[in-house]
């Protein structure tokens, strides 16, 4: 499976993006998937999750803010932001990996693509 994220870029306070990470390879759907961001500085964190059916996990400072959800024909997942506030500001990764559970943690996933920098100025 190889990942490709895209759809960072620079965007004002309050404004909205969304981000996308296109898969290859088989089975898809048999996949969860996470995406996670790095600040500078900072370690890399936990932003969301999607993983079954469509259920879906969300750290606190994201919820009702962003929603993470998959086109399962389009081989896509996608991290629609809004409400960006500066503190968003990181490289954001997307990741994946078999099975049926969600996982909060980085090392647990398989597959990673390359990450989309977020600039959330103020």
């Known amino acids: 499976v190889q990942l490709q994220a895209s759809g960072g870029g620079l965007v004002q306070a309050g404004g909205s993006l969304r981000l996308s990470c296109a898969a290859s390879?088989?089975?898809?759907?048999?996949?969860?998937g996470a995406w996670f961001r790095q600040a500078p500085g900072k370690e890399r964190e936990f932003v969301a999750a999607?993983?079954?059916?469509?259920?879906?996990r969300y750290t606190d400072s994201v919820k009702g803010r962003f929603t993470i959800s998959r086109d399962n024909t389009m081989k896509t997942m996608y991290l629609q932001m809004n409400s960006l506030k500066p503190e968003d500001t990181a490289v954001y990764y997307c990741?994946?990996?078999?099975?049926?559970?969600?996982?909060?943690?980085?090392?647990?996933?398989?597959?990673w693509g390359l990450g989309t920098l977020v600039t959330v100025s103020s």
């Open positions: 990741a994946a990996v078999y099975g049926i559970n969600y996982y909060l943690t980085a090392p647990r996933y398989d597959y």
């Open positions: 390879g088989r089975s898809f759907s048999r996949l969860g």
């Open positions: 999607i993983w079954g059916g469509g259920s879906t």
